[in-house]
Nanobody
Framework: QVQLVESGGGLVQPGGSLRLSCAGSGIIFRIYTIYWYHQVPGKERELVAANTPGGNTNYADSVNGRFAFSRDSASNTVYLQMNSLKPEDTGVYYC??????????WGQGTQVTVSS
């Protein structure tokens, strides 16, 4: 059974940092592009970052220069380092994988709240 499990969210003050994790089971991350999405209530999920197996990462303009994607193939885990957090970064963050058959796999999400 394929499963993605996000963790690392929490409450942080503006300007602070968090590192989100997404652990995969039943799927080998290193052969897939992995996506991080951000969602706030009442809005669609927005793509934050996408990292290819070759190591290329694209970031949304809103997070470019503040967020960094990384992978640990040994533990089959990906990370999103979030620095200089802003209140508008608040929301639920999801990791996502798109299988070759078109099936999308989502984790349960992790809540990030940026507030003073």
């Amino acid at each position: 059974q394929v499963q993605l499990v996000e963790s690392g969210g929490g409450l942080v003050q503006p300007g602070g940092s968090l590192r989100l994790s997404c652990a995969g089971s039943g799927i080998i991350f290193r052969i897939y592009t992995i996506y991080w999405y951000h969602q706030v209530p009442g809005k669609e999920r927005e793509l934050v970052a996408a990292n290819t197996p070759g190591g290329n990462t694209n970031y949304a303009d809103s997070v470019n220069g503040r967020f960094a994607f990384s992978r640990d193939s040994a533990s089959n885990t990906v990370y999103l380092q979030m620095n200089s957090l802003k209140p508008e970064d608040t929301g639920v963050y999801y990791c996502n994988v798109r299988r070759s058959n078109g099936v999308q796999i989502w984790g349960q999400g992790t809540q990030v709240t940026v507030s003073s």
